[in-house]
């Protein structure tokens, strides 16, 4: 199941990029980047996916930690999940 980034005529990114904090938990990996983060935003992710990438399964957020952290003003990632 894909995160619909676009709800009806409302694109959720363009929404989510206006908040001053931001709670991530929609079930897909890496939905929310650079473009959907207000600057100096509160982002919390608390969602939690294993992906198999190269043979190996890793845990990630559905913030994509590597792009947020420039724009993010604080950042908690769930424990135990890596940026890639």
């Known amino acids: 199941m894909d995160f619909p980034r676009q709800l009806g005529q409302v694109n959720t990114l363009t929404v989510t990029a206006t908040a001053d904090g931001l709670v991530v938990a929609v079930g897909e990996p890496h939905v929310v980047g650079r473009e959907g ?40 990632p769930v424990t135990g999940v890596s940026a890639r």
């Open 37 to 76: 983060i207000k600057p100096d935003a509160v982002v919390l992710d608390v969602g939690f996916n294993p992906v198999r990438i190269n043979s190996k399964t890793k845990s990630l957020g559905e913030v994509d930690l590597g792009n947020a952290k420039d724009i993010a003003g604080a950042l908690s």
